[in-house]
């Protein structure tokens, strides 16, 4: 892995995140039309439930991409070089000019065709209901233009939300919305723009 540039990983990536949903007890179900990477890059924005929600959706992803990871886990034995190693982009959320530091190397990022992953509501939910979005990733979607897939992550708050230490088996379910493109979004605001992605993703959630 040392020698493998980042973008070459994600084969390797959907083995360790599929070996790990299985050792959790778990399940994993795809649903909706997954993405091609040659009609890509996307920007591919999701509920944010538990720790198997970034391994849920490598799982179900067949291409590489990156996205943003909360700084501290950076600094985690093992993962914290799996995340390095893979690409992600390490964000301070409680500092301002860091976070738009980190939103400005996704931008560059799908720039440069490379698909990014966001969860919009900063951190995991505490109760299992979808929170307020923030709109720095909504910032991202209208300085690039970029194809926004909504994506609802469910299950993974039963298998082991952020409450509770245990993890409990069962299945879960990666639901990929139909794509929201540049068109559909370009007389919106950004706040607009972010209710818009929400509702959608509570529909696949709740349908």
């Known amino acids: 892995m040392i020698f493998v540039p980042s973008n070459k990983l994600h084969k390797l990536a959907r083995v360790i995140a599929w070996s790990v949903i299985i050792s959790g007890g778990q399940w994993l179900r795809i649903?909706?039309?997954?993405?091609?990477?040659?009609?890509?890059?996307?920007?591919y924005l999701f509920n944010h439930q538990s720790i198997f929600d970034a391994f849920m959706i490598v799982?179900?992803?067949?291409?590489y991409f990156t996205g943003v990871g909360a700084v501290e886990q950076f600094s985690y034995p093992v993962w914290g070089f799996l995340a390095k190693k893979y690409g992600l982009i390490p964000i301070e959320r409680k500092k301002i000019h860091s976070a738009l530091g980190s939103l400005s190397a996704v931008e560059t990022a799908l720039q440069n065709g490379i698909s990014a992953g966001i969860a919009p509501e900063?951190?995991?939910?505490l109760t299992g209901?979808?929170?307020?979005?923030?709109?720095?990733?909504?910032?991202?979607?209208?300085?690039?233009?970029?194809?926004i897939i909504p994506v609802a992550l469910i299950g993974a708050f039963e298998a082991k939300n952020k409450?509770?230490?245990?993890?409990k088996p069962?299945?879960?379910s990666t639901r990929f919305g139909d794509p929201i493109t540049q068109k559909n979004y370009d007389e919106l605001s950004v706040e607009e723009l972010r209710d818009l992605v929400r509702l959608k993703i509570s529909e696949l959630i709740n349908n």
């Open 59 to 63: 799982a179900s992803t067949g291409h």
């Open 122 to 125: 900063g951190t995991r939910t």
């Open 163 to 167: 409450n509770d230490w245990r993890v």
């Open 31 to 43: 649903r909706g039309n997954v993405p091609l990477k040659e009609n890509g890059p996307y920007l």
């Open 129 to 147: 209901e979808l929170g307020s979005f923030k709109k720095g990733a909504f910032h991202v979607a209208k300085n690039t233009g970029i194809t």
């Open 170 to 172: 069962g299945v879960l």
